[in-house]
């Protein structure tokens, strides 16, 4: 199957920047839709970014000119760089793949989450 890693949160202070990225590995073919979403506790996850496979990309309002979402297929990475940072922008942020595997079998990932904490 595939495997996504993320890394690059951490906590920064409102107005700040961050960039996240997140690897996936495994038996992977293509990569079709990537993405971010992110979580707080008791509340839904939620989207943040998506990007296609042709570059075509889509925000939530409350993050549109302050977040680029970008992807490397070569490395078979996607990144999130997320500037002017505010205190409401603190969650866990997961990374998200779909696509098709060596095998041809689609397949759907998330990886583990990694804590953003934008503090005022």
């Known amino acids: 199957q595939v495997q996504l890693v993320e890394s690059g949160g951490g906590l920064v202070q409102a107005g700040g920047s961050l960039r996240l990225s997140c690897v996936a590995s495994?038996?992977?073919?293509?990569?079709?839709?990537s993405g971010w979403y992110r979580q707080t506790p008791g509340k839904q996850r939620e989207l943040v970014a998506l990007?296609?496979?042709?570059?075509?990309?889509n925000y939530v309002d409350s993050v549109k000119g302050r977040f680029t979402i970008s992807r490397d297929n070569a490395k078979n990475t996607v990144y999130l760089q997320m500037n002017s940072l505010k205190p409401e922008d603190t969650a866990v942020y997961y990374c998200?793949?779909?696509?098709?595997?060596?095998?041809?079998?689609?397949?759907?990932?998330w990886g583990q989450g990694t804590q953003v904490t934008v503090s005022s």
């Open positions: 990007i296609s496979s042709g570059g075509s990309t």
């Open positions: 495994g038996s992977t073919r293509s990569i079709n839709l």
């Open positions: 998200y793949a779909e696509g098709t595997t060596a095998l041809f079998q689609q397949y759907n990932s």
